[in-house]
């Protein structure tokens, strides 16, 4: 994405168009600008990152065994 279309895409998400699913999922409280950056990430940053939080969710998993046993 270059920086044109990154400013271009920012201004969109600060400003979305009346009734359209930007506005909406802004209105629902959606960090657009996330969106964003994932679109800036490498495929090995997002696959990086997938690891992560599935590591983290079979962290929560146990957890969760382990509180239902006690």
Known sequence: MTPDEKNRLL???????????????KEYGVDLTLLVEALEWTPT?????????ANFFEKLRRA???????
């Open 11 to 25: 201004v969109l998400i600060a400003n979305p168009p009346v009734g359209s699913k930007l506005a909406a999922a």
């Open 64 to 70: 969760g065994e382990r509180s239902r046993v006690k």
């Open 45 to 53: 940053e997002r696959l990086r990152n997938a690891q992560r939080a």
